[in-house]
């Protein structure tokens, strides 16, 4: 059995869950019932079968509503991995990091780029890094402190997940720096990062190697679930950039978040319209099991 979930950025109407069945039952899908997740806000559909088409036929067809459909069967996960830049939080660090050195167009160009799939992450990294030789070591600690800024829902799903048993792993292609205190901020159980190295008060150009990229990410999820005997299907991963598709690919549930169109394209679900409190929802967690410190 399958589920298809429904949730709506702003309210989910009678008439749009009534409308989804009716898709559901044109794409044989055999839906046997709705149960509500939270009144105006998310549903589930069960389905007998067809989660492609199920997900063909609903994916888009509502506005402000994303879809998630997956198998009802270890829908609750056991280990979160995400990506920081843009899911966790709202920037990118090294564009943001860029800005105080007067060349964040120039940065923010190549990252894009890279995000999209179109360049070497390492090389992409590397490059730019290099372009940040001589900035104030304390121009970190102003940009974390400015323009660092936690994604909506960020607290919520983690600690929540946390709550109920789950393990969360933060690892990013960005900066420690960055990452370990949005990491301690949010709740993460372990923070994996790019290490910036600093000489004289100043950045040297480089960081540490190797470097966190798309390869790492999968390997983190990978011996994540060998360390705690966990199966794909317990396993979620979310982030929004081509180096975040592996992971994706590899999770039980394999979420875009806002993401690049390589990115949505590929994963298990996208969520495009709301906070990463959907995915909450998509383990069919409502508002009234919601955890956050």
């Not at 589920?3 to 898709?23: C, E, F, N, V």
């Not at 690892?171 to 190295?197: C, K, M, W, Y």
């Not at 190797?210 to 396993?235: N, Q, R």
Request: proline content about 3%; overall charge negative; aromatic content about 4%.
């Amino acid at each position: 059995m399958f589920i298809a979930t429904l949730i709506a950025a702003d309210r989910l109407l009678a008439g749009d869950i009534s409308s989804a069945q009716d898709k559901l039952r044109d794409a044989f899908c055999d839906p046997k019932g709705v149960a509500p997740i939270e009144a105006g806000k998310a549903v589930d559909i069960a389905l007998a079968g067809g989660p492609d088409r199920a997900r063909a036929a609903l994916e888009g067809a509502y506005d402000g509503v994303d879809i998630v459909v997956q198998p009802i069967l270890g829908r609750i996960k056991s280990l979160l991995v995400a990506d920081m830049d843009s899911t966790m939080i709202t920037v990118e660090c090294i564009d943001e990091l860029a800005d105080y050195a007067g060349i964040k167009a120039q940065i923010a160009e190549v990252t894009e780029a890279a995000m999209r799939g179109e360049l070497d992450f390492a090389e992409a990294l590397d490059a730019r890094v290099a372009l940040l030789k001589g900035l104030g070591k304390d121009a970190i600690d102003r940009c974390l402190a400015e323009r660092v800024k936690l994604m909506p829902g960020a607290r919520t799903l983690v600690q929540t997940m946390g709550a109920n048993g789950a393990r969360t792993i933060l690892v990013s292609g960005g900066f420690t720096r960055f990452a370990e205190p949005v990491g301690a901020q949010i709740g993460f159980d372990r923070v994996i990062a790019n290490e910036l190295l600093i000489e004289n008060a100043a950045l040297t150009g480089a960081v540490t190697k190797p470097i966190v990229d798309s390869a790492t990410k999968e390997k983190t999820l990978l011996g994540a679930m060998a360390e705690y005997g966990l199966p794909a299907s317990a396993t979620m991963a979310v982030g929004d950039g081509a180096n975040d598709l592996a992971m994706i690919k590899q999770a039980g549930l394999g979420v875009a978040y806002h993401a690049k169109p390589i990115v949505a394209a590929a994963a298990g679900a996208r969520i495009d319209h709301n906070d990463l409190t959907a995915l909450l929802y998509a383990q069919g967690i409502g508002r009234g099991d919601w955890v956050t410190t």
